[in-house]
Each structure stands twice: as structure tokens, then as C-alpha cells.
């Protein structure tokens, strides 16, 4: 006899920080600061994957953006305004719009990129 439980694992959002060190040159006294990744280029940004996640309840489920920012608080704790949401769509929609042109100009490639 068998008996299966069927759940979700506790998801939380994990936060990367990247610094990056300034020193002065100490001939000239210049101040030379590390670069951060290429893809970090803001002081709070949202990652690839918490992006999709927004643009997929927004456009496909059709969540309301405030309640798209109480659900990511309450279930992630993952603060986010809904100008945040906006943006995240509004990127989204145009990353797709350019595939899309790729994919017909039959650029499959395009799709691994």
C-alpha cells in the first residue's frame, strides 16, 4: 500500500550582491574601481528568471499588477513596485517582438541566443 503528498517546495528569491572594489594607485593616487557582471548594471535589478515569471502572470494569467505585487510579496517576499512590473513587460514584449522578426527572416539561431 501506497500513500503519496504531493507539495510545493518553500520557494524564496535569492539576492546576489556584487561589489566592486575601488583603490587609489598609490604613485599617482588615482582611484581605479572593478567592473561589475555585464548584465549587472543597476543598484537593485530582477533576474532572468523572476522576470519571466512576472511577464507570464501579467500577459498570460492576466494578473492585475497589484496583485501580481501582493502575490510576489506575500508568497516571495520579494518586494516590487508596480513601475517595476510595467517595465518588466514592457522589455519582455519587446525582446520578443525582435525574435519574432529574427525567426521570420528564418534566423532559427536566434532562438539559442
Known amino acids: 500500500m501506497k500513500h503519496q503528498v504531493f507539495d510545493i517546495p518553500v520557494i524564496k528569491v535569492e539576492v546576489a550582491q556584487h561589489e566592486a572594489e575601488v583603490k587609489s594607485c ?15 548594471t543597476h543598484h537593485v535589478q530582477y533576474g532572468r528568471r523572476i522576470r519571466a515569471l512576472v511577464a507570464y502572470l501579467h ?7 497589484a496583485r501580481l505585487v501582493q502575490l510576489l510579496e506575500e508568497w516571495l517576499d ?9 517595465n ?6 519587446a525582446r520578443l517582438e525582435e525574435l519574432m522578426v529574427e525567426l521570420l527572416q528564418g534566423n532559427t539561431e536566434a532562438l539559442f541566443a
Not at 598609490?26 to 549587472?40: H, I, K, Y
Not at 500577459?59 to 499588477?65: I, P, R, Y
Open 59 to 65: 500577459t498570460v494569467q492576466l494578473l492585475l499588477s
Open 78 to 86: 520579494a518586494p516590487i513596485s508596480e513601475g517595476s512590473i510595467y
Open 26 to 40: 598609490p604613485c599617482c593616487g588615482r582611484l581605479e574601481q572593478a567592473e561589475f557582471p555585464p548584465d549587472v
Open 88 to 93: 518588466i513587460v514592457q522589455e519582455s514584449a
